[in-house]
């Protein structure tokens, strides 16, 4: 069967192609179309290898859910995956058109590369290809894969208690994260959690001059600065109160573990175009990301952004931000917190209102399972290296919710590296490595069946 | 002839308004040939009244030099005007459109309206219902009237000294600020000085995913609003090193008269919009718009602005901002303290680049001249109150120059309102007001050659 894996390769990368083209932005209301294109297309993939397919509606973008046939006494494993994708704007910094996959130097380039289009159907392909060659799969296998994962899948969230049974597995099998380097695979057991909020500080009715009115009126987009500094200090400390009571302490042997990793800051400043890295003191690069909590500001909006100068005190400021958490800590009293510290800190003669979008906890998965043992194996053949353990920083918010609903273990086995610009202008997936997921997702069917000794 | 300027009224209302159809948007390079109009259409105005009329060229927009013939022993007057304006963005905040001029309750509104082209053109109505008369006027009138007031009047500052003899005047008059309020008409002899920026901090080479790079990457919508939060304090009062070295305290016989201004906070507050007034403490509302140093942003840029979310830490983040000064505050030395500061205070991992826009010192002018006599009884005999002498916030950049270049006296002579929206959506300027103001002009030109004993 690995024969024909190589056999069908530019079939494979053909097929991802055709599906990177659809762009199926889910935050996007006028991409609606698209979206439904995007989820068609997988559906109809899924279909034509013989799987059992369902297109649920729910009320934002469809879910697909398919099975393989039951086996019995056999494992059963659940694929979880997505098929819309983040905006791709900054446009002008993109290369090649984002929705125009096009392969450099080995990397294939498009929105959706590697968040999660490439990596999902890495899953799909190995099960196409374990039906299509006649062997019947060891275990049963089922997939599930969302249209709303970039805007915080609540509808998902929703549905999942009363899809519980139709989803019941025995371990869920995550590909939406990187490898830990280059050529050095990974299995990924903690993510950190999300909240994600926008802030619109609101003063007078109207855009005021500034030369009449400066001095009187309190100018909004100064009172959102204020606001947004306070949160956070300059070493990167979030300055809301309690905010840190539920953060604990990471343990030493994991700190040590982690340190053995060739890790060089220099390096991953380079690669980010920095000239120095930036974080809470005591602590190593990979522990922030991966391990504490951090504030960042997404995006910001206040006043003239045109050409030129216009002096005025804007009426509006407004800023989009978010947390990640780190587990433990709950979204929703972040959101009380959070409340708590701006109305404490925002100055006279502007009022503010708090959008509260999409938050998830984090989450931690055992490593001490059949699961984590038989894909070390599966990646360490297709990939020729054996993986390292480790976090990511970014969220899945759907991830601890899988383990509450459907009790079952989690691997998140990531084929992406860290510079594949997810959520980035040039987003990308390196065409070996969609290959090296396929692989290893056909070999790991095998693994978690027949368990070595 | 005052009964000829009733008899005028629908004419001279029909003039302004086809003057205000062009959107002559000085910093909008996409504007250049409506600029190029208003200008046209002014200088034509002129000389179909019999001035003498020349559109002088500069790298910028051009000016429009023109004058009645000269009274041999009679005193010369100036008037200065700008026949650009602001932009006009955000649209959607406009009744009826900015250059589609109308009258609503008395008021009409479009950009340009009070500032300055209904101001401006006040006088040069008179000046021509004198020339139509067939009295010969009592002095010679120059004017100025220029197209880059809005973007900071560089070209005009440069060849002010050339063209001193052409421009050479006892009293140069302004007409492009307010009365001090409704039934209140006053005469201005103080300006604000102006300094404008704008600051970009660039941190990562591309937007990067907040979850894999949060808590190692400094976010530069962050370090920009600690760099924007570090320059004021929540009471308005200036950071900056040596900042209010040069502002000299208000004399108290001054705080006594503006004290008895019928000036109210509460009022003020409903008038723009916001539940409170703020500032800094220790200054009445009056002190600190006309005579306190401020600063302001005037709009914010950075990152997701779209709709939903987008979790990044952006690779840019821009604010413009602008201070209004006090005399013998020097632009030049303000912008020394700006750099100062923020390399002082600037965190690791981002850089930052700040663009010096226009700046001009702020400005005094003598109120015991035979200048403010003549003007205080032409005033009183159009508007019907006897005016009072107040300063004004906003800043006419040229207005210092014109003093020390030319070495004349100043009378600045508004007939807007406060609350005319000058720079913002829903400019309007009150057609009594311009009717008044055009028949105040021509009884100055009176009361300036023929003063009362």
């Given at each position: 069967m690995l024969t024909d894996l190589h056999a069908e390769r530019p079939q494979h990368l053909e097929d991802l192609m055709q599906w990177l083209r659809i762009p199926s932005v889910s935050s996007d209301s006028r991409r609606k179309d698209d979206v439904q294109?995007?989820?068609?297309?997988?559906?109809?993939k899924l279909g034509s290898a013989g799987?059992?397919?369902?297109?649920?509606?729910?009320?934002g973008h469809p879910l697909v859910i398919a099975e393989t046939p039951p086996v019995d006494g056999g494992p059963v494993v659940l694929v979880y995956g997505h098929y819309?994708?983040?905006?791709a704007e900054p446009l002008d910094h993109w290369i090649s058109g984002p929705f125009d996959p096009t392969v450099r130097d080995g990397d294939l380039f498009a929105r959706g590369a590697t968040d999660d289009k490439g990596q999902v159907l890495t899953h799909v392909q190995s099960v196409c290809q374990w039906m299509s060659a006649g062997n019947p799969l060891p275990l049963q296998i089922k997939f599930l894969i969302e249209g709303e994962e970039e805007v915080g899948s609540a509808n998902l969230e929703r549905l999942l208690p009363e899809l519980s049974d139709r989803l019941a597995c025995d371990c869920v099998v995550i590909s939406d994260s990187s490898q830990y380097g280059d050529g050095q695979p990974a299995i990924t057991y903690g993510l950190r959690g999300i909240a994600t909020y926008e802030l619109t500080v609101s003063g007078p009715s109207q855009d005021l001059h500034s030369g009449s009115f400066g001095g009187a009126v309190m100018n909004p987009a100064i009172a959102l600065c204020h606001l947004l500094s306070s949160m956070v200090d300059s070493d990167g400390v979030i300055q809301l109160p309690g905010f840190y009571d539920d953060v604990e302490?990471?343990?030493e042997d994991q700190r040590d573990q982690w340190r053995q990793l060739p890790q060089s800051d220099e390096a991953f400043a380079k690669s980010v175009g920095v000239e120095q890295l930036f974080g809470e003191t005591g602590y190593t690069t990979d522990e922030r990301r991966w391990a504490r909590p951090?504030?960042?500001i997404n995006g910001l909006t206040s006043g003239h952004q045109g050409e030129g100068v216009k002096t005025i005190i804007p009426a509006l400021a407004s800023a989009k931000f978010s947390f990640r958490l780190v587990p433990h800590q709950?979204?929703?009293?972040l959101t009380n917190q959070l409340r708590e510290h701006l109305a404490a800190h925002v100055p006279v003669g502007v009022a503010w209102d708090l959008k509260v979008d999409h938050g998830a906890p984090g989450m931690l998965a055992r490593i001490d399972t059949p699961f984590a043992r038989a894909a070390e194996a599966a990646i360490e053949q297709a990939f020729g290296t054996r993986p390292v353990f480790i976090r990511e920083g970014g969220s899945i918010p759907i991830v601890t919710r899988f383990q509450e609903?459907?009790?079952?273990?989690c691997l998140l086995l990531g084929w992406g590296l860290s510079d594949d610009n997810a959520h980035s202008p040039n987003e990308k997936f390196?065409?070996?490595?969609?290959?090296?997921?396929?692989?290893a997702s056909a070999r790991l069917w095998n693994e978690i069946a027949n368990p070595p000794e």
């Open positions: 294109q995007a989820c068609q297309w997988i559906a109809t799987l059992k397919v369902d297109v649920m509606p729910t009320e819309d994708v983040q905006p302490d990471l343990p951090t504030f960042d709950d979204p929703e009293r609903v459907l009790g079952c273990d390196r065409v070996q490595d969609y290959y090296r997921g396929i692989e």
